[in-house]
């Protein structure tokens, strides 16, 4: 097992695995909504299933909401 952080919490997780993987292991509510940021720089949607997590990696899934005046 290898440690990763999403979203600041620690993870204990098997590699290989993408990112598109990881976002289905948490399973994030309407993935295609969310932007994703690997060790401070963002993802490109289209890279999801390219983009290899690894030992140490901090993941951040950020959600941008609408709304206001």
Do not use: H
């Amino acid at each position: 097992m290898s440690k990763i952080k999403v979203n600041n919490e620690e993870q204990e997780v098997t590699l290989p695995l993408s990112l598109s993987e990881l976002i289905k292991l948490n399973k994030v509510l309407q993935p295609d909504m969310v932007s994703v940021q690997l060790n401070g720089n963002f993802v490109l949607k289209e890279d999801f299933d390219s983009a290899a997590i690894n030992e140490g990696d901090e993941v951040d899934f950020l959600y941008f909401m609408g709304g206001g005046r």
